[in-house]
């Protein structure tokens, strides 16, 4: 009998041995010139503004105030958003309506919430699937001011800010899928820079395994606090196996959750229709417009760049991370082989734009595609030096140029005559290393090198450098 092979188990991660059944309920502050009902700034990073300097009466809550018309262009961002995660959205003649959720908490000056959800009403979009979850709705609504517990401040400088709040269906069945589903959200969502990428997301996030009742973990911050909450509930369940349904709170220093109420103490919101509010009524004109404009998804970009350019996945992943830097490379490859403008954009453009801590999206850079051919056409053509393209390319920020004549007057020396003498003048200045490189020293030659090109205005040939400075020094 043949003794069957056995197999070794793969080392289990600490999260890996996770079964459950977990539903999200993503939050993200919507990128908007203005916050939701009023004209107040809606600012990237507001804890970088002094507390309550970006308010009004209406924010603020004051006895009186009314809201403005809802801010249309965070409802077309919502509608971007469901659109993106394949949502149907509810156009004409169905009608949207703002909802008063009410809740008595210091962060809430109204003693609601506005939002377009809760009982009766019908979300901005629904019925979506993304990457194989399952999209109940997506919805709009406004952001609470600021409460600190323990000094009793309130910060209403937010107050009134859009939020998206993008609802599964409990389709996850481990922290690993949550995890790199909600990256790729993220990102998704960046390509249509829906979201205030300095603000991050926030979620509330439901657990379950087989056979007990879920969890709900309220207001979890950050990807890596909502896995690691998931991990710690999920244990939870296997150990207590809870039959009661509970809300709880993530306590990310003790890396547990802790109860907040139970079903029975569940929160009655009462909702009503706000009467300081019109309908919002969105035609199917509005809707293909804003479809007309979507980018391709990450994952479409991804999976042609890898498939139809033959670039590796990982380069691939690098290029997809930012909408403009792959829609760059588009472009430049419209002209250029791939393979050779692959490290151009990757490496040296992306140095480059790391180094000045800027993005291609930034509104103070402004890099043209075609300067970035023109400048790797020379490079091909044996008119530039690679050396010298990647000096030019440095200048290229914060506003590309036409390096053409610049090129004229760095113009790649490859005449042998004219190098030799250049570099048996620089053996001469450097006498004491070449001397050591003749007595062994391998790195004194790429000092002589470099000091050819600096002579040179990193216009000599490199092949043919080398090739007499290694004759020259025998
Ligand atoms: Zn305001």
Partial sequence: MVKAKTHKKPKETEKSEINAKIGLEVHGYIDTKEKLFCTCRN????KLIKPNTNICPICTGAPGSKPMLPNSSAVSKILQIGL???????????????????????????????TISGAYSIPVAENGNFLGIRIREVHLEEDPAAWNPETGNIDYNRAGVPLVEIVTEPDFTSPEQVEHWLKQLVLTLSYIKALNKDAGIKADVNVNIKGTVRTEIKNVNSITEIVK???????????????????????SETN?????????????????????????????????????????????????????????????????????????FEKVIEKIDPKIVLPWIKTELLGVLNYNKKTLDDKDIEIKPEHV??????????????????????????????????????????????????????????????????????????????????????????????????????
């Fill in 43 to 46: 600012f990237h990073d507001m």
């Fill in 229 to 251: 909450s998931i991990v710690s509930e999920a244990r939870r369940h296997q150990k207590e196996k809870p039959i009661t349904q509970e809300t709880r709170r993530w306590n």
């Fill in 373 to 474: 051919i023109e400048l790797l056409e020379l490079v091909i053509n044996n008119k530039i030096t690679p050396l010298k393209a990647k000096d030019i390319l440095r200048r290229f920020i914060p506003k590309s140029f036409s390096p053409g004549s610049e090129a004229k007057q760095s113009e790649k020396i490859t005449d042998e005559k004219q190098l030799l003498k250049i570099i048996k003048e620089i053996i001469k200045k450097e006498k004491k290393t070449a001397d050591d490189y003749k007595k062994g020293n391998k790195k004194s030659f790429n000092f002589l090198m470099g000091e050819v090109m600096k002579a040179t205005n990193k216009s000599a040939d490199f092949q043919i450098v080398r090739k007499i400075l290694e004759r020259e020094l025998g």
């Fill in 84 to 114: 993106m995660l394949n949502c149907k959205p509810n156009i004409l003649p169905k009608k949207l309506i703002f909802q008063r959720k009410h809740y008595s908490w210091p962060d809430m000056p109204h003693g609601y919430q506005k």
């Fill in 256 to 328: 547990k959750t802790e109860l907040m109420r139970t079903k029975e103490e569940a929160a009655d919101y009462r909702f009503i229709p706000d009467p300081d509010l019109p309908v919002i009524k969105i035609d199917k004109k509005r809707v293909e417009e804003i479809k007309k404009n979507l980018p391709e998804s990450p994952q479409i970009k991804l999976e042609k760049i890898i498939k139809s350019h033959k670039i590796n996945p990982r380069d691939a992943e690098v290029l997809t991370s930012n909408l403009e830097l792959v829609e760059f």
